[in-house]
C-alpha cells in the first residue's frame, strides 16, 4: 500500500502545473458531492424525528410575529396619508403662505377608511 502511494506521489510531481490544478479542481469537486450528499442524507434523517418537527414549529413561531410586523408595516406605508391644515400651515406671520391646494378637509380624502 506505503508502494503505490508512493508511486502516485512521485507521479503527480512530474506533471506540469496545469494538470496538477485539473487534479485538484477535480478531487475538490469529488469531496464537496460527497459532503453533499452526506449532509443531505443527515437532514432526511433528523427531519423524520417527531420530535424535530415539533422543536421546528416552535422555532417558527418568533419568524411568524417578524412577518406579521412587516406586513402591517408595509400596509401602514401603503396608505396614503392626507394633509390638514396643521401640516401645512406654516409660519404665515414670517411672509410664507400657504398653498390651497394642499388644504384639504381630512374627511373629503379619497384614500381614507371612514
Keep these: 500500500m506505503k508502494v503505490k502511494i ?4 512521485y507521479h503527480l ?16 469537486i469529488v ?7 452526506l449532509w443531505s442524507y443527515s ?5 423524520n ?6 422543536q421546528i414549529k416552535n422555532d417558527i ?3 411568524s410575529a417578524i412577518k406579521d410586523n412587516m406586513v402591517d408595516g408595509y400596509k401602514s406605508i401603503s396608505v396614503p396619508v392626507p394633509y390638514t391644515t396643521s401640516d401645512t400651515n406654516q409660519d404665515t406671520s ?6 390651497s391646494s394642499q388644504d384639504q378637509d381630512i374627511n373629503s380624502y379619497p384614500g381614507m377608511i371612514q
Excluded at 6 to 9: A, E, F, N, S, T
Excluded at 13 to 28: A, F, G, S
Excluded at 31 to 37: F, L, P, R
Excluded at 43 to 47: H, R, V
Design 61 to 63: 413561531k418568533p419568524l
Design 13 to 28: 510531481r512530474q506533471q506540469p502545473v496545469e494538470d496538477k490544478k485539473k487534479i485538484l479542481h477535480l478531487l475538490t
Design 6 to 9: 508512493k508511486k502516485i506521489v
Design 43 to 47: 437532514l432526511s434523517s433528523n427531519f
Design 31 to 37: 469531496c464537496v458531492v460527497v459532503m453533499i450528499i
Design 94 to 99: 414670517a411672509g410664507a403662505t400657504s398653498n
Design 49 to 54: 424525528n417527531p420530535d424535530t418537527i415539533v
